[in-house]
């Protein structure tokens, strides 16, 4: 299995930056690719980002060239930088691994852009 913390949600004015983090444990090792989802209320969730263990990136188009998905694999972590941020990027984030032996989600981390 493999477990997974988000953490780096808060409140931000728009235009403002927030970093969100994917801190994974457990049989990392069967992990092939990492996604970040985002669900507003009332809303389904949508993927945002994915980055692959060959460090493909790819970026929903409602996000390309304002969000950048990156890794950091001495820390086992996969990090969400996203910029010019606007009050429909409010939302619940969640963190979403592709493994050898499933699929599976993190908690998520609330992120609201609000003046």
């Known amino acids: 299995q493999v477990q997974l913390v988000e953490s780096g949600g808060g409140l931000v004015q728009p235009g403002g930056s927030l970093r969100l983090s994917c801190a994974a444990s457990?049989?990392?090792?069967?992990?092939?690719?990492t996604n970040w989802y985002r669900q507003a209320p009332g809303k389904q969730r949508d993927w945002v980002a994915t980055?692959?263990?060959?460090?493909?990136?790819n970026y929903a188009d409602s996000v390309k060239g304002r969000f950048t998905i990156s890794r950091d694999n001495a820390k086992n972590t996969v990090y969400l930088q996203m910029h010019s941020l606007k009050p429909e990027d409010t939302a619940v984030y969640y963190c979403q691994v592709i493994t050898t032996r499933g699929v599976y989600w993190g908690q998520g981390t609330q992120v609201t852009v609000s003046s």
């Open positions: 457990g049989s990392i090792d069967s992990i092939y690719a």
């Open positions: 980055i692959s263990n060959g460090d493909t990136t």
